[in-house]
Structures are given as structure tokens and as C-alpha cells.
């Protein structure tokens, strides 16, 4: 809202809406608009399953730490993700559909937030997959992740999930940002530099670096 005070002490005010609330919409290729059936909320970054039926998403609560919620769109229904500690930015589902990868911070406070691998049901069924990233993106077969920040080290890296995927690679050691798989592995999307130019470069091969943005 927004307020006012007179020289006599008189006071004027236009109360507003919680503008760090909002609403889920979705939007067609038509740009035919629906809001989706849950409730306003501090919402942040998501992402939907693979089958499109769920929303994985962040959402800051009443004391202003993060959570993770699964928004069921055939139900409508909405389930809290339960975390050992406070989930980071940009959650992503697992190529399998059945888990959830998310970085968190200890309830504590720590200057490293591990890289978790863990099913959206049950936190015991979890394990760590990189000591520590600033954001993060699984390749589609699921057996290799793209991360930002490795260990404190600035760049695009590529790490293996699973025994046999091979040793992480460093794509790039210029600071980089969200990066994103294209569907079949082949390439990986991400942002560089102050004008945030977009790049795609080869996992497999990096010489193969082009940019694609027009800035």
C-alpha cells in the first residue's frame, strides 16, 4: 500500500496486495490464458514433470524460508516436499520422473549448498550428488548433471551421476548461468557474460561452442 503524513499529523492511506504474491496460469500456443487451481503464494522457480501432470516448485512460507511443494494439476491437490535443510533456487525433476533434485542449505546456515537427488514422498530415499552448485541441470538419460559453480569454481561444468559416466568436465571457465539440455543431449543452453548472450555448446565435443542470441 501505499501512505501519507500531513503537517497536522493527519495520516492517508491506500492499502495494496502482497505484491511478492502471485497465481499459476497456464498458457497455450493460442495465448489462451487458465489460472490454475491453487492458491496466491510467494512462488518461485519450477519446473513440470516429465509426463507434464506435476509442478515442482519453491515457494517461500510465512517465516521466509524456502520450501518445496509438488502441485498435482489432474487433482489440484498440493503436497510439501519434506527437506533435511532449505531448498535453493531452480528445483528440477529427474529424467525418471520419481525423484527431485534440489541444493539446500542446512537449517544451521552454511556458506554450501549440496546438490540432493530424492524421492518427492519419502526423505529418507535421498543422496547427495554434488558437494556444492549454484544451479544445476540433469541431462535427459539422467546419468550426467550440468552445473554452475562447482566446488567454488566459476564456469559450466559437467558432472557424472552414475558409476561408469565418466569424470566431471569443465565446458567453460567463464561465469556462466542457466543452463539447460536441449531434448536428445546433444547440446546444452546457457547464458554468459554481463549482456547475458545465449550459447550452446557440445557436452561431448566442447570446441563446439556457438552463440545464438542476436545482442
Known amino acids: 500500500g501505499q501512505f501519507g503524513i500531513a503537517d497536522d499529523g493527519t495520516l492517508v492511506y491506500a492499502p495494496g ?25 510467494a512462488y518461485g522457480p519450477f519446473d513440470l514433470s516429465p509426463d507434464g ?40 525433476w529427474a529424467p525418471d520422473g520419481r525423484h527431485v533434485i ?8 552454511s556458506p554450501l549448498a549440496p546438490l540432493v537427488r530424492q524421492s518427492p514422498t519419502d526423505a529418507s530415499r535421498r543422496d547427495t550428488l554434488v558437494a556444492a552448485a549454484i544451479a544445476h541441470m540433469p541431462s535427459p538419460t539422467g546419468d550426467r548433471i550440468a552445473v554452475i559453480g562447482w566446488r567454488g569454481e566459476p564456469g559450466l561444468w559437467l558432472i557424472p551421476i552414475d558409476e561408469g559416466a565418466g569424470q566431471p568436465v569443465h565446458l567453460i571457465r567463464e561465469p556462466a548461468s542457466f543452463p539447460s539440455f536441449s531434448p536428445d543431449g546433444r547440446w546444452l543452453a546457457y547464458t554468459e557474460g554481463g549482456e547475458s548472450e545465449v550459447y550452446v555448446i557440445s557436452p561431448d565435443h566442447p570446441q563446439e561452442r556457438h552463440k545464438v542470441s542476436l545482442a
Open 102 to 109: 534440489f541444493s539446500e542449505f542446512a537449517p544451521a546456515g
Open 53 to 92: 501432470t506435476q509442478i515442482l516448485i519453491r515457494v517461500v512460507s510465512g517465516p521466509g524460508q524456502g520450501e518445496l511443494w509438488v502441485l498435482d494439476l489432474d487433482r489440484g491437490s498440493r503436497t510439501r516436499v519434506a527437506t533435511d535443510g532449505v531448498p535453493f533456487m531452480y528445483p528440477r
Open 17 to 41: 496486495a502482497n505484491a511478492d504474491l502471485s497465481v499459476l496460469v497456464w498458457l497455450d500456443r493460442q495465448g489462451r490464458r487458465d489460472t490454475l487451481p491453487f492458491p496466491r503464494a
